[in-house]
């Protein structure tokens, strides 16, 4: 009879030990099974491989916990889990990418869902236990960028992108193959987030036909032509004012909204190719692409391969001849108030999109959901996307991707925002320690890095990665966070979103980027942080009620004395226990040492060793001095 409590799981077990291409070798790379051992790759027997990994998560089955609902309903807590979090942020097609072979001029074999679970071992090792995905959803053929598309370019959202399933798991559906990633994440203690872009679609997205009143619609003969709407610098100035004031809505030229239509009936509707077209009355209507929406100068290019879903549709009036049918800052983010009223609600797609949460909770056991530029939905939308799915699990978690949160994310239900850590240079890093000592800061995850910005490591080499991971990791309000690659010392940026120079930009984008390409991580780097990040995240976690508190007395700011300032300092006390502390200390001078004297009470006489390096430092009369070399970090753990 087969265990309901993980049926995906087994369902593919059984697969593997029958399958017809165990004598098919697959290369691994040796630190996910152990991250002590020789960075290299290793040859195995495929089935074989996978099925011994299944194994061994399987034996962790404790009897009794249904693996396939999500870790809060199967353990019936409410409690929220987040702050608790260290999160592993993987891209499923790059992040498990395998090579055909080790010569020169392999092929590369995205990843798969199958690959993930194979993951699993090493996330865990890592000192991780919430996997959040980027989205996994089927991609769009509509102006596909690249070889392989953005996942971000989403078709479906109740769907799942086919390349994402394994060969080796031929005859077992892609659903099948998800489901048993969640289940077999969930028997190691690991939570599931995926990522949505609700605000957004393929042009040929699969409700298109249904649903055009969801799309702009634009002539045809405009398309060629097509880009964001310009202002003059006088306008710009007052636009830019709308988020602070929002009394100064200015439209877009009439020769831009000139170019767009009313949404054509579906009969209206063919797929011209991999285009939607529909022949109106006023000629060839098509659905455009989208582009950056603020600030409205983005110097950004136009991607063609996404289009803004229609959240309010308002028709013209003696006020607004042309509607509110349009593209721009006023109708897709900071919405104008005399579109963004219910009665304008497009109904069907906020129905829509409510929806697909739930349907993620209910059929695979999902524990959490990014939402895709969630500040930029509209806020009754959030609150019922967010309502329904705390609906089925109160426990569930949301996050947003918002640079610079504040307390109103925390009231909109979020908990967690992506944060600002990813633009701290070193001399930066000061800016977030100020942050974590505001008492209701949102919290934010801390990470150098994104799918959208420059790697750490293209700043200043790894040692800039140890520095930021080290300092972010036991602050008050903050989650640990690991950008698949960081850990590798990756320097090549999966996209380039924001962060990059004109120049760094140009130059990147003329390269086949693994947003939209095949791509795979050098798993056999020496300059990889792997056992440095489990270190750190094991100090964490043993001592997580002291990171966690965010009282006044349970973060201080030593009074410490360097040359030129550039070190910094910080420490958790346990105000009942005052000698229990863990104090970071970081040169932020990437070039030159400097010596520093920090004065830190309670430390008395004592020899402390640092978790970073294993060296023993002296505390005389609560004084610690020291000379450290550029860019290094030292976190000392004083008491119990």
Not at 51 to 71: F, K, N, P, Q, V
Not at 310 to 336: H, L, Q, V
Not at 384 to 393: F, G, P, W
């Amino acid at each position: 009879m087969k265990d309901k409590r993980y049926p995906s799981l087994e369902k593919i077990y059984n697969h593997l030990c029958s399958s017809a291409t165990q004598d098919k070798y697959i290369y691994v790379p040796t630190i996910w099974e152990d991250i002590n051992a020789n960075v290299s790759y290793r040859r195995v027997k495929e089935s074989e491989y996978y099925h011994h990994i299944i194994s061994s998560i399987i034996s962790l089955d404790d009897g009794c916990t249904d693996y396939s609902r999500s870790l809060s309903l199967s353990t019936h807590s409410d409690k929220r889990w987040t702050e608790d979090a260290t999160i592993y942020n993987a891209f499923v097609r790059l992040t498990s990418a395998l090579p055909s072979g080790l010569h020169s001029g392999s092929e590369i074999s995205t990843g798969t869902f199958l690959r993930m679970i194979a993951m699993l071992p090493y996330i865990k090792s890592l000192g991780a236990d919430t996997l959040y995905l980027l989205p996994v959803n089927k991609i769009g053929e509509d102006c596909r960028t690249g070889e392989l598309g953005s996942p971000y370019a989403t078709r479906d959202l109740y769907s799942f992108d086919e390349n994402l399933a394994d060969a080796a798991l031929d005859g077992i559906a892609i659903e099948e193959q998800f489901a048993a990633l969640v289940e077999a994440a969930h028997m190691m203690g690991i939570r599931v987030v995926l990522e949505y872009a609700m605000r957004t679609s393929s042009p040929d997205g699969i409700e298109v036909k249904n649903h055009p009143e969801w799309y702009y619609w634009i002539h045809r003969k405009c398309l060629d032509n097509y880009s964001s709407p310009e202002f003059t610098p006088e306008q710009l100035h007052e636009i830019k004012q709308v988020p602070y004031d929002g009394s100064n809505y200015i439209a877009p030229s009439k020769s831009y909204r000139n170019q767009f239509l009313p949404a054509p009936h579906r009969e209206e509707i063919t797929l011209d190719g991999n285009k939607y077209v529909a022949k109106t009355q006023w000629g060839e209507a098509v659905i455009p692409g989208a582009f950056a929406d603020w600030p409205p100068d983005d110097i950004q290019p136009a991607w063609k391969d996404v289009t803004y879903l229609r959240m309010y549709d308002r028709e013209p009036s003696p006020k607004s001849p042309c509607g509110f049918n349009y593209i721009a800052y006023n109708t897709i983010r900071f919405y104008d108030p005399a579109l963004s009223q219910n009665r304008y609600a497009v109904k069907s797609l906020w129905d829509y999109l409510e929806g697909v949460i739930p349907h993620y909770q209910n059929k695979y056991g999902l524990d959490g959901a990014m939402i895709d530029m969630g500040h930029a939905i509209p806020r009754p939308l959030i609150k019922r996307i967010i309502d329904k799915a705390r609906s089925i699990d109160p426990a569930f978690a949301f996050y947003e991707e918002n640079f610079y949160p504040t307390p109103a994310s925390r009231k909109a239900g979020y908990d967690a925002s992506l944060g600002f850590g990813w633009e701290c240079y070193p001399t930066g890093m000061e800016r977030i320690l100020s942050y974590c000592a505001e008492k209701k800061a949102m919290t934010m995850f801390g990470t150098q890095e994104t799918h959208n910005t420059p790697r750490s490591t293209m700043r200043y080499g790894t040692t800039f990665s140890r520095m930021g991971y080290a300092i972010m990791a036991f602050l008050p309000h903050i989650v640990p966070f690991i950008h698949s690659g960081y850990e590798l010392g990756e320097k090549m940026p999966v996209n380039t979103g924001v962060g990059f120079s004109a120049d760094e930009s140009s130059f990147y984008r003329s390269l086949p980027l693994a947003l939209f390409n095949k791509g795979m991580y050098q798993w056999d780097s020496p300059d990889n942080i792997t056992r440095f990040i489990s270190r750190i995240n094991d100090l964490r976690q043993k001592n997580i009620s002291l990171v966690k508190d965010t009282s006044i007395e349970s973060y201080d700011r030593p009074h410490i004395e360097s040359y030129e300032n550039d070190c910094i300092a910080y420490r958790r006390i346990d105000p009942k226990e005052p000698q229990n502390q863990i104090i970071v200390i970081a040169n932020t001078n990437m070039y030159s040492s400097r010596k520093f004297y920090l004065h830190a009470p309670y430390s008395g006489d004592s020899k402390v060793m640092d978790t970073v390096s294993g060296m023993l430092h002296t505390f005389t009369n609560d004084w610690l001095s020291y000379e450290m070399r550029a860019g290094e970090v030292l976190v000392l753990k004083l008491g119990k």
